[in-house]
T-cell receptor, first 115, second 114 residues
């Protein structure tokens, strides 16, 4: 079964507007971590934000915030005040349990910011 | 400080050949992971090494192998290349292994198998 589902293959957003990228996950573990990465055309994966399963508050990092709804198993990324440099592929990922080392990634969402 | 460096950046091989990809982690990072990213998909976990020991292996055939050296750099080896091995191979490093530990990725090696 797919552990991470990103249902939006591509999105367009106007510069300076906010955009929400959807992510749902599937796990039976109580302890897990959720990550968002940005992949520009250069190929490097850039860490954006992290949310732990026991964190009571939604994570924020600058213009990035994570809308964590544990009961719904969703971890949506919100990018505020979009910039042209935000155009990239965005991946949601999960690490399960205390001893699992791998990240399971979704298929990604392409974001294109229009001037 | 230098980030994760991978070499080569691009590689073209033919079916049946062998390939070695190299990765140098960020200074002070003791964990290295390898991921395969096929075009249009998210990265898939191949291996993780921590303190020179294999700590995890993904669902890849035995043609894929890796090792970590005393200086924490790592090699990924793929034998008997198939067309389906064409992908971007990403290396990532981290200081430790933990649920909340973020990975720092290199820019990858683009492997094309003809």
């Amino acid at each position: 079964a797919q552990k991470i589902t990103q249902t939006q293959p591509g999105m367009f957003v106007q510069e300076k507007e906010a955009v929400t990228l959807d992510c749902t996950y599937d796990t039976s573990d109580q302890s897990y971590g959720l990550f968002w990465y940005k992949q520009p055309s250069s190929g490097e994966m850039i860490f954006l934000i992290y949310q732990g399963s026991y964190d009571e508050q939604n994570a924020t990092e600058g213009r990035y915030s994570l809308n964590f709804q544990k009961a719904r198993k969703s971890a949506n990324l919100v990018i505020s005040a979009s910039q042209l440099g935000d155009s990239a592929m965005y991946f949601c990922a999960m690490r399960e349990g205390l001893n699992d080392y791998k990240l399971s990634f979704g298929a990604g969402t392409t974001v294109t910011v229009r001037a | 400080d230098a980030g994760v460096t991978q070499s080569p950046t691009h590689l073209i091989k033919t079916r049946g050949q062998h390939v070695t990809l190299r990765c140098s982690p960020i200074s002070g990072h003791k964990s290295v992971s390898w991921y395969q990213q096929v075009l249009g998909q998210g990265p898939q976990f191949i291996f993780q090494y921590y303190e020179k020991e294999e700590r995890g292996r993904g669902n890849f055939p035995d043609r894929f192998s890796a090792r970590q050296f005393p200086n924490y750099s790592s090699e990924l080896n793929v034998n008997a290349l198939l067309l389906g091995d064409s992908a971007l191979y990403l290396c990532a490093s981290s200081t430790r292994v933990a649920t909340n530990e973020k990975l720092f990725f290199g820019s990858g090696t683009q492997l094309s198998v003809l």
